[in-house]
């Protein structure tokens, strides 16, 4: 799998800084929903997107998921990330959780999120509460659905021979007569081409307590909850699929005027381009829609902010090649195979001294201290009020991070031992030097940090 192309921050400041000298201080245009030619404009340079009105939701799965939306919040299950912008750490507006796929994570700013996992009948995950776990529950419900909205929708842009695309054949007669699936058998749809969503990020935006919000810069569409962007560590053309939900909404918000200024919009526009129109699309609560096939990629988009406090659960599919437990956890069992334990006195010793397997086992070292130990505990123990799962993981994977500090010990000392030659010595310096210098640089990164005043709410690092 492949992640999205993403340009490195230097480079989007510069274009950010290009379109705005080209705007000027004027605004480029922008459609609504009120405008005569908004569904033109949508269907011809928007057409991957999709809305799917609340009225075509299953009535018990907004129930389900709703309720689940504010178990979270009532639980404290929704926190403000750290992340890292422009080199510098900075505390997100918006409260999430992620939940997914049992080990998966999901990487964004330079911040990894652990998935609180969503109910697996073969893993025996605790969880704080009985509440919580039918929580999870209802995202994986949702999940499912959106996931059989999306085929269903990628077969009628042509992106999935229909022939191939179900298992189950009432559905295939469904989309043979351009209907949507059947709602009460969702769970069924099967896709051999894509990819199902393997995590969901949830998003908590109160507008009453954000009052910081920025302006849109280019078309002038109001106040920002989340600004432009692509969605980041992605599969190639993968869909994003998002539930939306505002609480505390009379009947008359629900259904009120689509320029509404209380209600929320997603925005989008071509990314980088200020000749085609941007489109501001409005949502009632309930509503879903869908950034189809390659959309996030070619296209950026953005929340304005309504006035009531706001849920969504955004399905995705994370790039997994090096984010999930399972991947890790054969990783330090690969460097952990030239280690050697005397059973009789618990001595330690290593099996070679092949330059090129020390390199290998140092940069694995640096691996799971960084991107998995210090990430999860500069976090603090905020997943303990969710699942006791990822703790359980982190015990493990400290396990293996002591043996391999141990191992970085043992090459050291095979290094002064005179039995070896200069010229062995200089290989093995040449292979371990560079991680070892990385991981001093990184230690001293990471304790700056954790000094900083914005860090100074969560808990301190282990290591």
Not at 54 to 60: G, N
Not at 271 to 294: F, H, R, V
Not at 450 to 456: A, I, R, S, V
């Amino acid at each position: 799998m492949k992640k999205r192309g993403v340009l490195c921050e230097e480079e989007k400041e510069v274009k950010k800084r290009k379109l705005l000298e080209q705007i000027g201080d004027g605004h480029l245009p922008y459609l609504s929903s009120k405008d005569d030619t908004f569904y033109d404009l949508w269907g011809s340079c928007y057409s991957k997107l999709t809305l799917l009105q609340a009225k075509h939701v299953p009535v018990d799965l907004h129930h389900t998921v709703q309720n689940a939306f504010l178990s979270l919040l009532r639980n404290g299950c929704l926190f403000q990330d750290l992340v890292r912008l422009k080199g510098k750490d900075i505390i997100t507006p918006v409260s999430r959780i992620l939940i997914g796929r049992p080990g998966y994570t999901y990487k964004y700013l330079k911040t990894r999120l652990f998935a609180v996992p969503w109910i697996n009948d073969e893993l025996n995950t605790q969880y704080s509460t009985r509440n919580l776990l039918e929580t999870y529950k209802a995202f994986s419900d949702l999940n499912d659905f959106l996931y059989s909205q999306t085929v269903n929708e990628l077969q009628k842009l042509g992106k999935i021979h229909k022939d191939n695309f179900f298992q189950h054949s009432e559905y295939k007669e469904q989309i043979k007569s351009d209907q949507r699936p059947s709602t009460s058998n969702y769970e069924n749809v099967k896709l051999h081409s894509m990819e199902s969503f393997n995590v969901t990020l949830i998003n908590y935006m109160d507008p009453q307590n954000m009052s910081f919000l920025k302006e849109e810069p280019y078309f002038g569409m109001g106040k920002m909850a989340v600004s432009w962007h692509h969605d980041e560590n992605l599969v190639e053309q993968s869909t994003v699929a998002v539930y939306n939900y505002s609480y505390q909404e009379s009947s008359n918000d629900v259904n009120g005027e689509d320029e509404d200024p209380t209600r929320w919009h997603v925005g989008l526009k071509i990314a980088w381009d200020i000749e085609t129109p941007g489109l501001l699309m409005p949502l009632s609560s309930g509503d879903c829609y869908l950034m189809l096939d390659d959309l996030n990629k070619t296209h950026q988009h953005c929340v304005i902010a309504g006035c009531q406090p706001r849920f969504s659960s955004t399905h995705r599919v994370a790039e997994s090649s090096t984010g999930t437990l399972q991947y890790i956890k054969s990783q330090c069992n690969s460097a952990l195979q030239n280690l050697h334990m005397n059973p009789d006195t618990g001595a330690a010793d290593l099996k070679n001294l092949e330059p090129n397997v020390l390199g290998q086992t140092e940069e694995i070292h640096n691996e799971v201290e960084f991107e998995w130990l210090r990430q999860f505990w500069f976090q603090g123990k905020r997943y303990n009020k969710c699942t006791t799962f990822w703790k359980e993981a982190m015990t493990e994977l400290e396990i293996h991070w002591k043996q391999m500090e141990t191992m970085t010990s043992l090459v050291l000392k095979a290094i002064e031992n005179e039995n070896l030659t200069v010229d062995e010595k200089c290989n093995i310096l040449k292979n371990i030097l560079p991680p070892l210098v990385e991981r001093q640089d990184l230690r001293h990164d990471w304790r700056e940090r954790q000094k900083e005043k914005m860090c100074n709410g969560l808990p301190g690092s282990k290591l």
